[in-house]
């Protein structure tokens, strides 16, 4: 199963982007209708049992990062290369992200470098005053990388299962992106030290290789009623989100827009995309990614047609309960099958959240901002 192209233009992106929020479980759609009111904070709950051939390698920043937001705005995206130190043929079949200060890290990414892109990586870091490098668009090097791991709230350790892993050959590293949300008063001048507890299994024991794919949609939320100023205007907020994070990364919703309804913008809280699966194989995991201003988001398979399946629903998203979770029953796809994100946004909640309150209102499109909004299905498969 792959991106289709213009989601994975938008993964590119997004990947930056992303990362900010993700799933919920299946079988617990989150209890709390209140806004979100920030980051939960406490310590990780201790890891899982090593099963059968697996250990752990633990990874942290060597120095502690000061989170600054480039242009004016409240949001720093940063690139960490971390070395697993891997010399045979390996997977990863879980991680636990470690938030040294979770008020501030609102998502972590990890991005599977091969050794021609960590070598390259290791070159954008060494002219890079400070720890790591800037990167909102993507993880700053050529080609392919592999997401093969990511935290948001909520998420405690993620387990893939049993008999799959994502790849990791001789030599590969990681890029770890973090996403640090300023919008907190008093976030200014804190650091943060970050790390993560990799799960890896040797390849004595052949694993099923796993892959995440992304399914985004459009966000094309009008002010609220009562709410006017300039960012009420959708050319002028598109604008806006580029001067944030520069202009692929404004670009992102016009392309959304593009794959999803043949570039018609039609504004409204509730928000769809299909995606045709390009190659037939099982869907193990799923999570659903929206920020603050997120109600509901549900990723369907085939909907409408006969056969058609719920893979996640989360009538009531809650943003800090964001976790990875393995569905109750693998499902198969096939090259052909559509896989539906519909999300719907509130742009009343704007008013009600003490990070969002002070802010301008703005007609909300994809940005990688916390005050913008992404909608977005992650689902962890394997090939037939
Ligand atoms: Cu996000």
């Given at each position: 199963m792959r991106i289709p192209r213009y989601a994975a233009a938008l993964a590119a992106t997004m990947l930056l982007v992303t990362a900010c929020g993700t799933a919920t479980p299946a079988a617990a759609?989150?209890?709390?209708?209140?806004?979100?009111?920030g980051h939960s904070v406490g310590s990780a709950p201790p890891p899982a049992a090593l099963r059968t051939g697996e250990r752990f390698v633990d990874l942290a920043l060597p120095q502690a990062y000061t989170p600054q937001a480039p242009n004016g705005g409240t949001d720093d995206y940063r690139c960490f290369l971390v070395d697993p130190g891997l010399t045979e043929n390996t997977y990863l079949t879980g991680s636990r992200f470690l938030p040294q200060n979770a008020a501030l890290v609102h998502h972590a990414i990890f991005y599977r470098l091969d050794p021609g892109q960590a070598t390259e990586a290791a070159a954008v870091d060494a002219k890079t005053p400070g720890e790591g490098w800037t990167c909102f668009g993507d993880a700053g090097v050529q080609g392919q990388t592999a997401w093969v791991a990511h935290w948001a709230p909520g998420a405690g350790e993620t387990l893939m299962p049993a008999g799959f892993g994502f790849d990791m050959p001789p030599g590969s590293k990681l890029v770890m992106q973090v996403h640090y949300n300023l919008?907190?008063?008093?976030?200014?001048g804190q650091t943060d030290q970050s790390g993560i507890q990799l799960r890896v299994a040797g390849a004595k024991t052949p694993l099923k290789a796993l892959s995440t794919d992304l399914f985004p949609a459009p966000i094309e939320l009008p002010c609220a009623s009562g709410e006017s100023g300039p960012l009420c205007d959708r050319a002028a907020a598109i604008a806006d989100v580029g001067s944030r994070f520069g202009v692929e990364a404004g670009q992102q919703e016009e392309h959304l827009v593009q794959g999803c309804s043949g570039g018609k913008v039609t504004a409204g809280d509730t928000q769809h995309c299909d995606q045709p699966i390009e190659q037939a194989g099982t869907i193990y995991m799923a999570a659903g990614h929206m920020h603050l201003l997120g109600r509901a988001i549900k990723i369907e398979l085939?909907?409408?047609?006969?056969?058609a399946r719920t893979?996640?629903?989360?009538?009531?998203?809650?943003?800090?309960?964001?976790a990875l979770v393995p569905l109750a029953k693998p499902i198969p796809v096939k090259a052909g099958d559509t896989v539906r994100v519909t999300c719907t946004h509130d742009a009343k909640l704007r008013k009600l959240l003490p990070q969002l309150q002070k802010l301008p209102p703005r007609y909300v499109?994809?940005?990688?901002?916390?005050?913008d909004e992404m909608c977005l299905g992650i689902l962890v498969t394997a090939p037939a």
């Amino acid at each position: 199963m792959r991106i289709p192209r213009y989601a994975a233009a938008l993964a590119a992106t997004m990947l930056l982007v992303t990362a900010c929020g993700t799933a919920t479980p299946a079988a617990a759609p989150a209890t709390s209708s209140a806004p979100h009111a920030g980051h939960s904070v406490g310590s990780a709950p201790p890891p899982a049992a090593l099963r059968t051939g697996e250990r752990f390698v633990d990874l942290a920043l060597p120095q502690a990062y000061t989170p600054q937001a480039p242009n004016g705005g409240t949001d720093d995206y940063r690139c960490f290369l971390v070395d697993p130190g891997l010399t045979e043929n390996t997977y990863l079949t879980g991680s636990r992200f470690l938030p040294q200060n979770a008020a501030l890290v609102h998502h972590a990414i990890f991005y599977r470098l091969d050794p021609g892109q960590a070598t390259e990586a290791a070159a954008v870091d060494a002219k890079t005053p400070g720890e790591g490098w800037t990167c909102f668009g993507d993880a700053g090097v050529q080609g392919q990388t592999a997401w093969v791991a990511h935290w948001a709230p909520g998420a405690g350790e993620t387990l893939m299962p049993a008999g799959f892993g994502f790849d990791m050959p001789p030599g590969s590293k990681l890029v770890m992106q973090v996403h640090y949300n300023l919008l907190e008063t008093g976030s200014a001048g804190q650091t943060d030290q970050s790390g993560i507890q990799l799960r890896v299994a040797g390849a004595k024991t052949p694993l099923k290789a796993l892959s995440t794919d992304l399914f985004p949609a459009p966000i094309e939320l009008p002010c609220a009623s009562g709410e006017s100023g300039p960012l009420c205007d959708r050319a002028a907020a598109i604008a806006d989100v580029g001067s944030r994070f520069g202009v692929e990364a404004g670009q992102q919703e016009e392309h959304l827009v593009q794959g999803c309804s043949g570039g018609k913008v039609t504004a409204g809280d509730t928000q769809h995309c299909d995606q045709p699966i390009e190659q037939a194989g099982t869907i193990y995991m799923a999570a659903g990614h929206m920020h603050l201003l997120g109600r509901a988001i549900k990723i369907e398979l085939n909907p409408g047609k006969p056969g058609a399946r719920t893979i996640l629903d989360l009538p009531r998203y809650n943003f800090d309960d964001q976790a990875l979770v393995p569905l109750a029953k693998p499902i198969p796809v096939k090259a052909g099958d559509t896989v539906r994100v519909t999300c719907t946004h509130d742009a009343k909640l704007r008013k009600l959240l003490p990070q969002l309150q002070k802010l301008p209102p703005r007609y909300v499109v994809w940005g990688e901002g916390t005050s913008d909004e992404m909608c977005l299905g992650i689902l962890v498969t394997a090939p037939a």
